[in-house]
Each structure stands twice: as structure tokens, then as C-alpha cells.
């Protein structure tokens, strides 16, 4: 399963960002999510209720923001949202395009309880 994977990683960038802060346990975790990375929001949120677990992640909530793809048309120069499935220029149909979003998984937030001293 390609989700828990890509939990796996995030739950270590997670637990290294926590030891960094001297964290006693993570508290919630924002993920921005490209609806071309091939990351399904769904089926990444039950991958993390079990990558979680022993982890300092283990009480975090996992919150997901959905980024649109965008393009970049090199024959006009212009920048528009896509398509899930075209990613084709809206103004002069030119195949020519570049993704500038929409690809990738960002972790955008962590939010950290400190241990009490
Ligand atoms: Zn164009």
C-alpha cells in the first residue's frame, strides 16, 4: 500500500521535527496534497491511524488541504488551473504546459505540545 509508505516517511520528517523541539508529543499535522501526486487523502488518513501508532504521532490529528493542479502554458506564457485529466492550455489549447502544482505532498503545519517543566 503506497499510503502508508508515504506515512511512514512523514511520521519520521514528524519525529524529527518534535526531537528538534524538544516536543513531548505532536498534537496536529497539516498536509497539503496535490490531487496529481497519486495520494489518495482518504485511504493516507487510515494509513496514518496505523503508522502512528508508538510513535510521538500516536494522539495527532491529521488534517488534509487538496491542492489543484495548476499550468504554466510555455506557448502564451499564461498561468490557470487544470483539469484533474487535461492539462492542456484553457486559452490557446497548446499542449506545451508545465505543472507548476498539483504533484506533490507538503507538509505544511505541525503543531507541538511541549512537555511541562
Ligand atoms: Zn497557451
Known amino acids: 500500500m503506497h499510503e502508508l509508505s508515504v506515512c511512514m516517511e ?5 519525529e524529527a ?3 528538534s523541539h524538544d516536543a513531548e508529543r ?3 499535522i497539516v498536509l497539503r496534497i496535490g490531487s ?3 495520494v489518495e487523502p482518504g485511504l493516507l488518513e487510515s494509513a ?3 503508522a502512528r501508532l508508538g510513535t510521538v504521532a500516536e494522539h495527532a490529528r491529521l488534517r488534509t488541504e487538496r491542492i ?4 504554466r502554458c510555455r506557448a502564451c506564457g499564461l498561468e490557470a488551473e487544470a483539469g ?7 486559452a490557446c489549447f497548446g499542449t506545451d504546459t508545465a505543472l507548476i502544482t498539483g504533484d506533490e505532498m ?4 505541525v503543531e507541538l505540545l511541549q512537555a511541562a517543566d
Not at 84 to 90: K, Q, T, V
Not at 106 to 109: D, E, F, G, N, V
Open 36 to 38: 496529481l501526486s497519486g
Open 48 to 50: 496514518f491511524e496505523m
Open 26 to 28: 505532536v498534537d496536529t
Open 84 to 90: 484533474p485529466s487535461d492539462l492542456r492550455c484553457p
Open 10 to 14: 512523514l511520521i519520521d520528517q514528524v
Open 106 to 109: 507538503i507538509l505544511a503545519r
Open 68 to 71: 489543484e493542479p495548476r499550468i
Open 17 to 19: 521535527i518534535a526531537r
